[in-house]
């Protein structure tokens, strides 16, 4: 082991940076030039999406289903190994990996239930089969050090909350120094997995969908890094989303606390959870496109050279609008309270809130109106009324609270000559990072347009 440490740079690649061999190659070859001491990698594209098409199949039809997935996974990971020249052992490796993934889906077909132990426990599959196809990648790249295939589920520890875990920081550190040591004084390389972690016990749990961010940020968090590289489809964060804006620009430099808001309120570009622990840290974040590596990307620090008023736009889409009315809320105390307390006990997140005299308004996804008792709870003391298909749309940059006239400039924006665009609910105060309001879904798009051509040009 070498006496001297060195610049340790931890990098992410998502599912479409692992989508065949030929993009895995390329991955390696963005990780071996960066100088990268850990990788962590995603599934490979697409198979996150079979793996809960297995356990809705095994729960509900019959084996010969199943295996049709099981043997069209294996066929294509397989298929990846053997292009990348795999040594026997990694591909036995993978095919006992695959073995257990079988045993774990007959159980679940027998019961016709999936525990969501057993749901993590298939989940998981995706990155402990894409992992060793980027270990063969990078072996062949490197020949001054040693490329080890890593569980990081050794280092990653959580709470018994399958399905979305949360991880214990102290322990994470306390693994990193131990199990990750080589990786400070460049003797070895470490390709490892996103998404997953274990608890006190060993069983494997998940940090809920999109953590593989997450799990690269805890990793770098962990280990003191001074650099966290997450590699994507897209050559860094942009102004808004392009599908939707032709005139959306890449953004060159950014703050955590501007990157935190954009994945909050709908950025595809980060997981939400992901800046949190290199935040804490103090780890810049570089985001850039294993595509095109030499694009510029974006950089995401503590403070930013350049801090405009409006930094970027972005929605949140399949949103509801509970509006709770009741003259038993006028000049009573504990009315909040009883609404948030309903919320927590169904684990139910609020996204913005307003409030009036008699009148509570608040915001929350969609999929939420499935959960009836929620809704009868909360009719129980006040009128309730639903209003669907809405986005909340978010105006991102600095100083937006304490900015004279951006509110009138703002509503102007969004009427134009040929039609106007009606907002539901606005949210305005509570950060100086962020306003936020209520549309129809099918103004969303117009609106952003409007907003970014007045504010971003």
Known sequence: MSAEKTKVTVAKFGGSSMKDATAIRRSAKVAFDHKANIVVVSATYGTTNLLIKLIDLAVTGPWAGCQEILSDLEDRHLKIANELEGTPQIIDEIGEVFRELETITKGVNLLK?????????????????????????????????????????????????????????????????????????????????????SNENGSTTTLGRGGSDYSASLIAEGMGADLLEIWTDVAGIATTDPRVCDSARPINEITFQEAAEMATMGAKILHPTTLTPVKRAGIPVFVGSSL??????????????????????????????????????????????????????????????????????????DSTLLNK???????????????????????????????????????????????????????????????????????????VRRLHKEFIG
């Not at 990081?152 to 959580?158: F, L, N, Q, Y």
């Not at 979305?164 to 102290?170: E, G, I, K, Y």
């Open 373 to 447: 008792k929620l809704l009868t709870e909360l009719e129980n003391f006040a009128s309730v009324t639903v209003e669907e298909d809405l986005t909340l749309v978010s105006v991102i940059g600095n100083h937006i609270n304490h900015t004279a006239g951006i509110a009138q400039k703002l509503f102007n924006a969004l009427q134009g000559d040929d039609s106007k665009i009606n907002v539901r609910m606005i949210c305005h105060g509570a950060s100086k990072h962020n306003f936020c309001f209520l549309v129809h879904e099918d103004d969303a798009t117009m609106a």
């Open 113 to 197: 239930d999936c525990s969501p132990k057993a749901t993590d426990g298939i989940l998981s599959v995706g990155e402990r089969i894409s992992s060793p196809l980027m270990t063969m990648a990078l072996k062949e790249l490197y020949t001054d050090k040693e490329v080890e295939l890593f569980d990081i589920r050794k280092v990653i520890k959580t709470d018994d909350q399958f399905g979305s875990a949360t991880p214990d920081f102290n322990q994470i550190k306390t693994n990193s120094d131990k199990f990750l040591i080589g990786a400070k004084y460049g003797d070895v390389v470490y390709v490892t997995q996103g998404f997953i972690g």
């Open 292 to 365: 095109e590596p030499d694009a510029p990307g974006t950089w995401i620090k503590k403070t930013s050279e350049e801090a405009p008023l409006v930094r970027a736009l972005a929605t949140r889409s399949d949103q509801s609008l509970l509006t709770l009315s009741t003259p038993d809320m006028l000049q009573q105390h504990g009315f909040l309270f009883k609404i948030f307390e309903i919320f927590n006990r169904h684990q139910i997140s609020v996204d913005s809130i307003t409030t009036s005299e008699i009148s509570v308004a608040l915001t929350i996804d």
